[in-house]
């Protein structure tokens, strides 16, 4: 723009001394905050008998949101505002006072957002009206003139800025420059768009775009590898005020605006700021079953409720695990324009001391050494991938990136995790930013069984290959199945392309020396292997441990089970069973033993997921060689039921039943009940003071549907006898009927 006002001024004087000679401006880190534009510039004086007023002058400016809406895919915004997508053209119309003559008059469009805009960093963007529009560019053409009034196709680069724009119009006058004034009603939002060629979000499916960035309903897959559940979660990215909750988060990151057209700085920043570990982000985490004073992870059942409350809070919203963290970026992900989805991994690492490999240590008596053992298996993980060039790394690396908000490591001083590449996973190219070595061994690291012995040294026992990563899955596109993307992580297990991954990772990962001396035996004739009863929760169930001697020789061996109530990220809470028994191995055949689990001993102690691991160690006599493995179990857990008897119409009232009966020996007390369903009713909840034992539940809500054609209802119910409770159903909502 011109010269400075001297409000301009007044400002500027009001800089931090601190900024002096380093810069001329503060950091521009706010959407939210604007400065003044004057509505006069004028560089010269205007002479006596001359009125301003007989110049072109702007009477009003028309934003055509429905039309432009609806060709920006950005129709389903519960918002008031203009919402396009970068790259892509959209109509205003401008009314000016008298007709406009090109040949005497001047006039521009022009964009501004945030504090101190500058052109050079595209916080000020003047639009110039030119013949023919060109993609990769700003541009303004005439496409419409009638009396005073004429409609522009602007064109926005596909690489600007993502957020809340300002508009203007300025008229060029011989004494300066005439501005209209600020009018929120003009504002426009601009997004990411994955249908522009020339986006580096773009997605050349058109299926995958109504997947990963119009749907506003998830699935997420979790339980464990022998027993995988799923549930629905409720999105909302196009609910009302999440659009401008998601733009806060960049706010709070404190993310230039000149680098808010990058995905890369995007979704990292987003990692960190969905997490409140050590920014006070969106969502705090507690995995140790203790909820006061907020809400249990499972409760949630979308995302619309803890945006909102953040947004309007200003302090993290209490509490969330994986599924919760994930389920939220993905809502900021996909709210912005950037493709997103949900990822499980089962038998998820955690290497804690980053050498690309889980350590599990045994005492000589093969029971694990709980002081040296740091890394854990979780049953499952969830994270975020998002859809993006990678102008950073080298050609091929681009695609799907992995994006993870659960803190768990600390990364480049907070905890936060990625972009990094799928492919370069796959291909052990940890070299490559960001945190692929930690994303690495999620997926594809080896459990080493080592023996410490009391000198010091430690014996590498054994090493599991093929635990780690078993399953991969996301949501199917199009449906609520699931879709195995193991392969996109890692090579099938086993192979040869397998191992020159892992060796890969190592060479280029940080890979730690062990200080003590460390021998690997030879392999043992015998094999030991478990499987774990599917049982529902209170009930009683085996678990039956195979023996198979592979030699002509007899062994005798002492075998131990360790039964623990864990947490679903491995870590244990406590020891619920403790079993030694002996077993004799007769040459070239098998043997099966028994262990009954009875109820009683882990009900209890239970928590909120149900999740049993079992860990089996058998030293053989002769040898003194350990076998050692380990399983974790999830019970099955009761569902809530959903009903909706009568009509399904847009704007009439509609009865939704949520029904649920108590299974468990004891009364439930303190039940939440919670019910969402977006397009047909707003989050409600409900506590039931008790449930006696065998009883129903029984709720009763009405609501007004908003949106027509297939849509879905969420419960979930949560206590602290009882928690991951859910049901869903799926139902198709009629239009309302023309009179």
Not at 383 to 401: I, S, Y
Not at 455 to 478: A, F, M, N, S
Not at 490 to 518: D, N, S
């Amino acid at each position: 723009m011109s010269e400075p006002t001297h409000a301009d001024k007044e400002k500027k004087k009001s800089i931090p001394s601190s900024l002096s000679g380093r810069r001329a401006l503060p950091p521009n880190i706010s959407n939210a905050e604007e400065d003044e534009v004057p509505v006069m510039e004028m560089t010269a004086l205007v002479p006596r008998g001359v009125n301003l007023k007989d110049f072109l002058e702007v009477k009003e400016v028309h934003m055509f949101k429905d039309v432009n809406k609806q060709e920006h895919h950005t129709d389903k915004y519960y918002h008031p505002k203009l919402i396009v997508r970068r790259g892509q053209p959209f109509l205003i119309q401008i009314d000016f006072n008298r007709p406009y003559n090109p040949e005497k008059d001047q006039f521009w469009v022009e964009y501004l957002i945030g504090r101190y805009p500058q052109q050079n960093k595209g916080t000020y963007i003047p639009i110039p009206l030119v013949e023919e529009l060109q993609s990769g560019t700003w541009g303004a053409k005439i496409t419409w003139k009638e009396d005073s009034s004429i409609r522009l196709s602007i064109m926005s680069a596909p690489t600007c800025i993502v957020g809340k724009f300002r508009l203007y119009v300025a008229v060029l006058t011989p004494y300066g420059i005439l501005r209209t004034k600020r009018n929120p009603e003009t504002d426009t939002y601009i997004l990411f768009n994955p249908w522009c060629p020339e986006d580096s979000v773009f997605l050349d499916d058109e299926k995958e775009r109504e997947e990963y960035v119009l749907n506003d309903l998830g699935v997420v897959f979790h339980g464990d590898i022998n027993n995988i559940k799923s549930r629905s979660w409720n999105y909302g990215q196009f609910e009302e005020g999440i659009l401008d909750a998601c733009l806060h988060l960049m706010d709070r990151a404190k993310l230039d605006l000149s680098g808010r057209g990058n995905p890369v700085k995007i979704s990292r920043v987003g990692s960190a700021v969905i997490n409140a570990k050590d920014d006070e982000g969106v969502v705090a985490g507690s995995w140790d079953n203790i909820y006061a004073y907020g809400v249990a992870p499972s409760a949630w059942t979308g995302s619309v409720d803890i945006l909102l409350e953040y947004h309007s809070s200003g302090t993290p919203v209490r509490y969330g695990q994986c599924w919760v963290f994930a389920g939220v970026f993905n809502t900021f992900l996909r709210c912005i324009g950037i493709p997103g989805r949900i990822v499980t991994n089962y038998s998820s690492a955690h290497d804690n001391d980053a050498n690309i490999q889980l350590d599990v240590f045994v005492d000589e008596e093969g029971k694990v050494d709980p002081k040296l053992t740091k890394d854990s298996i979780w049953n499952y993980h969830c994270w975020n991938e998002a859809w993006m060039t990678r102008p950073d790394l080298p050609v091929g690396f681009g695609g799907w990136q992995v994006v993870d908000s659960t803190p768990q490591e600390n990364s480049d001083g907070m905890y936060r995790c990625g972009p990094a590449s799928v492919q370069a996973i796959k291909h052990g190219h940890v070299c490559f930013q960001f945190d692929a070595p930690f994303v690495f061994a999620e997926v594809n690291s080896d459990i080493v069984y080592s023996k410490a012995m009391k000198d010091g040294t430690r014996v590498i026992e054994h090493i599991d290959k093929t635990h780690i990563g078993k399953l991969i899955l996301t949501k199917e596109i199009g449906s609520d199945g699931t879709k195995d993307i193991t392969e996109q992580y890692k090579f099938q297990e086993g192979t040869e392309e397998e191992r020159l991954a892992l060796e890969t990772a190592l060479m280029y990962g940080i890979k730690k020396q062990a200080t003590q001396v460390t021998m690997e035996q030879a392999g043992t004739d015998v094999d030991m292997d478990f499987q774990v009863e599917n049982a529902t929760l209170g009930s009683d169930f085996k678990v039956t441990v195979t023996f198979r001697n592979n030699s002509h020789n007899r062994y005798t061996a002492t075998a131990y089970l360790s039964g623990n109530i864990v947490f679903y990220t491995g870590v244990m809470k406590n020891e619920f069973k403790s079993h030694t028994f002996d077993v004799t191995l007769e040459p070239l055949a098998s043997k099966i033993s028994e262990v009954l689990i009875k109820s009683g001993e882990y009900m209890s102690q239970l928590l909120e997921q149900a999740s049993l691991h079992f860990f089996i160690t058998a030293r053989l006599n002769e040898s003194k060689k350990i076998l050692a493995k380990q399983k974790t179990s999830v019970l099955q857990i009761p569902k809530l039921h959903i009903k909706v008897p009568g009509e399904k119409v847009v704007g009439k009232e509609m009865s939704v039943i949520v029904e649920f009966t108590n299974p468990l020996n004891q009364k439930l007390v303190n039940v939440l009940v919670r019910l969402d369903g977006p397009g047909l009713l707003r989050t409600t909840t409900k506590m039931f003071r008790e449930i006696p034992k065998n009883s129903t539940l029984n709720w009763e809500e009405k609501c007004f549907p908003r949106q027509a054609g297939v849509r879905k209802l969420i419960a979930s119910l949560n206590c602290d006898a009882l928690r991951h409770v859910y049901g869903e159903l799926d139902l198709e909502v009629e239009r309302k009927p023309l009179v």
